[in-house]
């Protein structure tokens, strides 16, 4: 009895475990995406928040967005300044940098060789289950 009960709380902590690294993946590539979105033209935080969760809710919101901004300004790879055009008022508006261009170039060769890498080691692992079932 006692290691059913172990073993449905190991279920339950795996299922838990996939939110939590499903969350880890999103906020590992967020600094990409910002990068990728502030490359086209320059947006203001919560259109970028917008954007992002027009491409599938990629991020939580705002929370996630605003410190990321900070640390990519921080880090010279966007450049950031106020607007105050509009009946919205001031906003800040964000844009790549010379830096931050070199930096995505970096990390999207990057991100590539990891995203192909976890292609072919997929298909080989599919392959490998189609070639077990048919023993």
Do not use: C
């Amino acid at each position: 009895m006692v290691g059913a009960v172990s073993r449905g709380n190991d279920r339950r902590a795996a299922a838990d475990n996939l939110g939590s690294w499903s969350t880890q993946l999103r906020k590992g590539v967020v600094e990409l995406m910002i990068l990728l979105l502030v490359r086209q033209r320059a947006l203001y935080g919560y259109a970028i928040v917008r954007e992002l969760k027009q491409r599938g809710s990629l991020v939580a919101g705002e929370g996630t967005v605003y410190p990321v901004l900070r640390r990519l300004e921080a880090d010279g790879l966007v450049s950031a300044s106020w607007s105050d055009e509009g009946p919205q008022g001031a906003r800040k508006y964000y844009r790549i940098t010379r830096e931050g261009e070199s930096f995505l170039r970096r990390a999207w060769a990057e991100w590539t060789a990891v995203a192909e890498a976890m292609g072919d080691l997929h298909a080989e692992a599919t392959t490998d289950e189609a070639d077990e079932g048919d023993r």
